[in-house]
């Protein structure tokens, strides 16, 4: 079973930018498409971006042009560069291997704790 540890999360102002970490246990990553999701108080899960195995990227509407993903499959880890951020990016945001390419697609492995990012002035 995979493991994933998120990281770098904290308060930030509007404007502002954060970069998040994923590391994940086991060395399987590389075959996987890998996301990010975010859940803000009494929404859904979302998938906001994934990075195929292959190398593709693709972005929720409400983040495309802010936020980057890229992983390192040598170190097991994926990330996300945030700028330009907002106070409706406020949310706890966590890593996995999607089951599709959708926003509410379900993830392959179980949760990890995830990381709080808090957008505010």
């Known amino acids: 079973q995979v493991q994933f540890v998120e990281s770098g999360g904290g308060l930030v102002q509007p404007g502002g930018s954060l970069r998040l970490s994923c590391a994940a246990s086991g060395s399987i990553l590389s075959i996987y498409a890998m996301g990010w999701y975010r859940q803000a108080p009494g929404k859904q899960r979302e998938l906001v971006a994934v990075?195929?195995?292959?190398?593709?990227?693709n972005y929720a509407a409400s983040v495309k042009g802010r936020f980057t993903i890229t992983r390192d499959n040598a170190k097991n880890t994926v990330y996300l560069q945030m700028n330009s951020l907002k106070p409706e990016d406020t949310a706890v945001y966590y890593c996995?291997?999607?089951?599709?390419?959708?926003?509410?697609?379900?993830?392959?492995?179980?949760w990890g704790q995830g990381t709080q990012v808090t957008v505010s002035s």
């Open positions: 996995n291997a999607p089951s599709a390419l959708n926003d509410y697609a379900a993830p392959i492995f179980d």
């Open positions: 990075a195929t195995s292959g190398g593709n990227t």
